[in-house]
């Protein structure tokens, strides 16, 4: 074991990519190099301790860390003359200590599931050669990133994971090859956590895992996330949300302990990927286009007026005008009033970039801008439904444009705006939840004055 307070008084900052898992893994990542008595800053240029928490999902994510992290090299000097460079996630996971033949300057390689070994490993970077440091990255390392000491950005929400890993290999993914296979959290741990955080003040939660749906399935041989829902309901937080959701191992009783629970919000990220049965049999997503509408109108029928999101790639190899078509026409069914879409990245280890696709990068980019006019139209009229009403907005900061815009989200996930009502000053309405009468409804964001007093 490193002598781990000789860190105390140095200076850190994280940057982090890529999705929820890695910004929660960055909260541990900054709480435990806190607790080793560590200060954050707001730039690298100022940190003696540097980590970059990557993603590798698509290529841009990949190709976008090399940049950042060379130009740590001609950065100021930091304020205790020695930076240590260190690269956590998903890409040091894949890469492991290969990272180094391409970016020369970083000392610390930890994989997604060794942060607990960080600080150790920033003793060692610090007292030797630094390119000998290497973190253990092995599948069966037990620490589960709750179990540590977590600094969250927000005091008034929190990323809670119930899961790790994915066991579904869809075809174009990498993640389950640099998250490994599902492992669930104990059920108590999950239910106290989320109780604790309550009696804290947090007011919404995000329970996390790549397959949430599944959760239960490892530790207790049977998926237990209806009834998590219940149990995390109970607690008393305001605010359940989860993500990600397979839409094939979502349950009837999933639907109805979202039905049942009031403080899970009206909203589901739902990804379909394709509309196409025939692309999504080649993504291996076990499911046909029917399934997915037959589950949307369940879905629908037991929480009326729910707000569905999705994932969808475009572009998948094979891919006919056919197929794509017939995602433009799931996606008007679905009437999903967000998505998030992707022109599909080849990800070499996975069996989909062993598919030759001939389609020309121009067709694939004028699917997918056709793509993303249906999506904005559809958020649109979304939005539409809200005018006039008075929505719940659960306030988090100034918006970056206008400090005197605070912003906020709806229970459906909708982006709100208003105007820091006189008398009051951002930092008494941040993290309060707010009423907000909605006069203009635009494509991602609705508007109007903020009604009555915070909560
Ligand atoms: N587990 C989640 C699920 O299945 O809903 C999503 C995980 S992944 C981090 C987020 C999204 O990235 C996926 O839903 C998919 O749309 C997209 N994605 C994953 N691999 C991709 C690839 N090779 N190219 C383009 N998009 C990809
Ligand atoms: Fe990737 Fe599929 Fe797992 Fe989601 S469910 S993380 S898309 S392999
Ligand atoms: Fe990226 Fe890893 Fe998440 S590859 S999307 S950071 S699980």
């Known amino acids: 074991m490193s002598n781990v307070s000789s860190l105390a008084g140095l200076t850190y900052h994280v940057k982090t990519f890529g999705c929820q898992m890695n910004l929660h893994d960055s909260e541990r990542v900054s ?14 240029d100022e940190a003696d301790i540097v980590v ?25 000097e930091p304020p205790h003359g020695r930076r240590v460079v260190c690269i956590g996630g998903c890409i040091a996971q894949r890469d492991g200590s290969g990272i180094r033949e391409h970016m020369r300057n970083v000392d610390v390689v930890f994989g997604t599931r060794a942060i607990a070994s960080l600080p150790d490993l920033i003793v060692d970077a610090l007292n030797g050669s630094k390119k000998n440091v290497f973190a253990d990255t092995s599948e069966d ?3 589960f990133s709750s179990d540590l000491p977590s600094r969250r950005e927000d005091v008034w929400h929190a990323w809670v994971p119930i899961m790790t890993g994915c066991n579904n290999f ?33 007011r919404e939660v995000c329970l996390l895992g790549q397959n949430v749906n599944s959760f239960g399935r490892q530790r207790y041989g049977s998926p237990r996330f209806a009834e998590l829902l ?10 359940i949300r989860f993500t990600s959701s397979h839409p094939k191992d979502l349950s009837d009783e999933t639907i109805a302990a979202m039905a049942e629970t009031p ?10 990927q394709s509309g196409s049965t025939r692309v999504l049999k080649a ?3 076990h499911y046909t286009r029917e399934d997915y509408l037959a589950l949307a109108d369940r879905i629908k029928q037991a929480n009326p007026g729910i707000a569905l999101s999705t994932d969808i790639i475009v572009g998948f190899p ?28 080849k990800r070499p280890g996975t069996p989909a970039a062993k598919i030759d696709d001939p389609t020309p990068r121009e067709v694939i980019q004028e699917r997918f801008d056709r793509l993303a006019a249906l999506v904005a139209d559809l958020a649109h009229e979304a939005n539409q439904v809200e005018l006039g009403h008075t929505v719940e907005a659960l306030v988090e900061g100034p918006s970056k444009r206008d400090a005197d815009i605070l912003v906020g989200h709806s229970p459906k996930n909708k982006t709100v705006h208003f105007e820091i009502p006189e008398g009051y000053k951002a930092q008494d309405l941040v993290g309060k939840l707010v009423d907000v009468r909605v006069e203009e409804a635009r494509t991602w964001y609705l508007r109007g004055p903020m009604v009555g007093d915070p909560r």
Not at 52 to 76: I, N
Not at 177 to 192: K, M, Q
Not at 263 to 272: F, G, I, K
């Open 31 to 44: 709480g435990l190099l806190g607790s080793c008595g560590c200060l954050e800053v707001a730039t690298p």
């Open 263 to 272: 403080a899970v919000m009206p909203q589901l990220h739902l990804a379909v």
């Open 283 to 285: 993504m291996n997503r």
């Open 318 to 345: 094979g891919e006919t005008e056919e197929d794509f078509e017939q995602t433009l026409s799931l996606v008007r069914e679905v009437g999903f009033s967000s998505a998030f879409t992707f022109i599909y990245s």
């Open 230 to 239: 219940r149990a995390v309901g109970e607690t008393g937080i305001e605010r």
């Open 52 to 76: 970059f928490m990557t993603c590798c999902v698509r290529e841009k994510a990949d190709t976008h860390l090399y940049g950042q992290v060379s130009a740590m090299v001609s950065a100021p």
């Open 170 to 202: 869809c075809s174009y993914c990498i993640v389950p090859y640099v998250r490994g296979r599902e492992r669930d959290r104990a059920f108590e741990s999950i239910v106290d956590e989320v109780r604790t955080l309550h009696e804290d003040g947090v």
């Open 141 to 143: 390392d037990p620490g």
